[in-house]
């Protein structure tokens, strides 16, 4: 039985859907007007792992995750590179869709943009301008009237008079109450515009989310997700907005992944620790951010350093080695792993659980191959394919993954066989120097060596 962490209420919940045929999630996907970060690659992978949780667990999905191709930055960054701000979005949308297929991460079922849901954009602000929610401002301005929703709060527990108070919220003299929030912005000269009631203008961040997902999703629907950062006030804004609109509620289950530190700091531009996945890519490969980021509770921190890289390096080399020469399409699984995974998985998406599960399956897989246990390690092999995949994990060939790698090798396969071949003539003829001269050498281009069942095999280190 799956229970998930709901942020608005602050507990795990058994999840119940709202139709077992048809659960439906959302995500807050990208501002695409830069490459994706480590930040994001947190949320593409996370919601990625619950996407296929959820299918493993027999339900149909519908996944949406969109894409913010309008806001203040991609106008700003659009303008200083001199460039029509669609050519920009465009162009970073296809980086961000290479850096999703680099981590392993599947495709939304439906991945809206905001430019193209501006009719129900201003569909919703009517309503909300009607039901006494929203109004227009001197400066032509729609700004929803958090004053009209009482609700308004609930998800972040913050207080409204001590945000009233505080410096963090803007002041703006054409708005009601400091917390009112933008819906619709004037149009501004040289800046992006469409027609609406109000005046030619654009739609504000929070609101494009709203009429996003109720598009595709209907007005009540499971489960909504994003990065913490989102909770306040931008998740808060939506379901205030979102209700305000339609009178039902908004979505059952809000789940939201911790922040990402590097080596203990906040990842910030100005302390110069920012990476973005196109950065890490350049030592690490895909797979390796996945099981990184995937070895930590989504909830939790996830402090990144080239050690926990490493540690992932480390950790998947053990699991293809394992899977190394053996057939894994018997399509046998092993009930009592499987059931262990489903347990973790399902108590609030423990991935950190479930990639232990894998490592203890590794574990007893090479000890069933030394014992020459046939029927137990093709079923031990083919579970620990089936359940990696479930992670979105070892999924290429043990072969190539324990050769390959995001650089070159500084010698020759060629060379390494023909290498191989000489140190098995010296190990024949019983010259452990030659032998060890060979594997050293090996070593020092970055090859290492596996002598197992009369056999040589090599992969990179």
Request: aromatic share 10%.
């Given at each position: 039985?799956?229970?998930?962490?709901?942020?608005?209420?602050?507990?795990?919940?058994?999840?119940?859907?709202?139709?077992?045929?048809?659960?439906?999630?959302?995500?807050?996907?990208?501002?695409?007007?830069?490459?994706?970060?480590?930040?994001?690659?947190?949320?593409?992978?996370?919601?990625?792992?619950?996407?296929?949780?959820?299918?493993?667990?027999?339900?149909?999905?519908?996944?949406?995750?969109?894409?913010?191709?309008?806001?203040?930055?991609?106008?700003?960054?659009?303008?200083?590179?001199?460039?029509?701000?669609?050519?920009?979005?465009?162009?970073?949308?296809?980086?961000?869709?290479?850096?999703?297929?680099?981590?392993?991460?599947?495709?939304?079922?439906?991945?809206?943009?905001?430019?193209?849901?501006?009719?129900?954009?201003?569909?919703?602000?009517?309503?909300?301008?009607?039901?006494?929610?929203?109004?227009?401002?001197?400066?032509?301005?729609?700004?929803?009237?958090?004053e009209a929703y009482s609700p308004y709060g609930?998800?972040?527990?913050?207080?409204?008079?001590?945000?009233?108070?505080?410096?963090?919220?803007?002041?703006?003299?054409?708005?009601?109450?400091?917390?009112?929030?933008?819906?619709?912005?004037?149009?501004?000269?040289?800046?992006?515009?469409?027609?609406?009631?109000?005046?030619?203008?654009?739609?504000?961040?929070?609101?494009?989310?709203?009429?996003?997902?109720?598009?595709?999703?209907?007005?009540?629907?499971?489960?909504?997700?994003?990065?913490?950062?989102?909770?306040?006030?931008?998740?808060?804004?939506?379901?205030?907005?979102?209700?305000?609109?339609?009178?039902?509620?908004?979505?059952?289950?809000?789940?939201?992944?911790g922040f990402v530190r590097v080596d203990e700091?906040?990842?910030?531009?100005?302390?110069?620790?920012?990476?973005?996945?196109?950065?890490?890519?350049?030592?690490?490969?895909?797979?390796?951010?996945?099981?990184?980021?995937?070895?930590?509770?989504?909830?939790?921190?996830?402090?990144?350093?080239?050690?926990?890289?490493?540690?992932?390096?480390?950790?998947?080399?053990?699991?293809?080695?394992?899977?190394?020469?053996?057939?894994?399409?018997?399509?046998?699984?092993?009930?009592?792993?499987?059931?262990?995974?489903?347990?973790?998985?399902?108590?609030?998406?423990?991935?950190?659980?479930?990639?232990?599960?894998?490592?203890?399956?590794?574990?007893?897989?090479?000890?069933?191959?030394?014992?020459?246990?046939?029927?137990?390690?093709?079923?031990?092999?083919?579970?620990?394919?089936?359940?990696g995949e479930r992670l979105g994990l070892l999924?290429?060939?043990?072969?190539?993954?324990?050769?390959?790698?995001?650089?070159?090798?500084?010698?020759?396969?060629?060379?390494?066989?023909?290498?191989?071949?000489?140190?098995?003539?010296?190990?024949?003829?019983?010259?452990?120097?030659?032998?060890?001269?060979?594997?050293?050498?090996?070593?020092?281009?970055?090859?290492?060596?596996?002598?197992?069942?009369?056999?040589?095999?090599?992969?990179?280190?």
């Amino acid at each position: 039985m799956l229970s998930i962490y709901n942020s608005l209420t602050r507990q795990k919940e058994v999840f119940t859907p709202i139709d077992p045929q048809n659960v439906r999630m959302y995500v807050c996907g990208m501002t695409v007007y830069d490459y994706c970060h480590l930040g994001h690659a947190r949320v593409l992978v996370v919601f990625d792992a619950v996407y296929r949780h959820l299918k493993a667990l027999g339900y149909p999905v519908t996944y949406v995750r969109n894409v913010t191709d309008i806001d203040d930055k991609i106008i700003q960054r659009a303008n200083e590179n001199g460039e029509e701000f669609r050519t920009l979005t465009q162009r970073f949308t296809h980086h961000m869709h290479e850096d999703c297929e680099a981590l392993g991460v599947l495709p939304p079922d439906v991945e809206p943009l905001a430019t193209e849901t501006i009719a129900p954009i201003i569909e919703m602000i009517e309503s909300l301008e009607k039901s006494g929610h929203a109004y227009k401002a001197d400066n032509n301005d729609v700004y929803f009237s958090v004053e009209a929703y009482s609700p308004y709060g609930a998800l972040s527990g913050n207080d409204l008079n001590e945000l009233r108070a505080g410096e963090r919220v803007a002041v703006d003299e054409f708005k009601r109450d400091p917390l009112d929030f933008v819906l619709w912005k004037a149009a501004k000269p040289g800046e992006p515009k469409w027609p609406s009631p109000w005046g030619d203008g654009r739609p504000g961040w929070h609101i494009e989310c709203s009429a996003m997902s109720t598009q595709h999703l209907g007005n009540h629907f499971d489960i909504h997700g994003g990065g913490k950062d989102l909770q306040f006030p931008h998740h808060e804004c939506e379901i205030a907005q979102s209700e305000a609109a339609t009178g039902e509620k908004f979505v059952n289950y809000w789940m939201h992944n911790g922040f990402v530190r590097v080596d203990e700091e906040k990842m910030s531009k100005s302390l110069g620790n920012f990476f973005t996945i196109r950065d890490i890519m350049k030592e690490y490969r895909g797979e390796e951010i996945r099981l990184f980021m995937l070895s930590s509770h989504y909830r939790s921190p996830l402090n990144y350093s080239t050690a926990q890289l490493d540690n992932a390096r480390n950790g998947l080399n053990r699991l293809y080695t394992a899977l190394r020469d053996l057939d894994t399409s018997t399509g046998n699984i092993n009930e009592g792993y499987r059931e262990r995974f489903d347990n973790v998985m399902n108590d609030d998406f423990n991935t950190a659980e479930a990639t232990a599960v894998l490592f203890e399956l590794a574990r007893e897989l090479n000890l069933s191959r030394e014992s020459g246990e046939i029927t137990r390690v093709d079923e031990l092999a083919s579970t620990l394919r089936n359940l990696g995949e479930r992670l979105g994990l070892l999924q290429d060939d043990p072969e190539e993954w324990l050769r390959g790698g995001s650089t070159a090798l500084s010698i020759s396969e060629e060379m390494i066989e023909q290498m191989i071949n000489e140190r098995t003539v010296a190990r024949s003829n019983k010259d452990w120097a030659e032998s060890d001269r060979i594997r050293d050498e090996l070593k020092a281009h970055g090859v290492v060596l596996e002598d197992k069942a009369g056999a040589t095999t090599w992969r990179r280190e």
